[in-house]
């Protein structure tokens, strides 16, 4: 069965930049989880991720990606 979704939320090991392209390429959302490091969150920025799921939110607010 197919299912018709509109984003896909992967855990952020999973979010590389070939998949997170391929998954644009198909119209979905990328979202990852659960991301607490600030160079991980970095990566996931540049790879292209749509948002990032997180408990630290004080620490990987959208000022501290776009210095990256």
């Known amino acids: 069965r197919v299912m018709d979704v509109s984003a896909v939320h992967l ?21 990852v989880w659960t991301v607490n490091e600030v160079a991980e969150a970095r990566r996931l920025a540049a790879v292209g991720v749509d948002g990032i799921i997180t408990d630290a939110v004080d620490r990987l607010s959208a000022a501290t990606l776009a210095s990256r």
Request: net charge positive; hydrophobic share 35%.
């Open 11 to 31: 855990e952020h090991t999973l979010a590389t930049e070939a998949r997170v392209r391929a998954l644009h390429r198909q119209g979905k959302r990328v979202n």
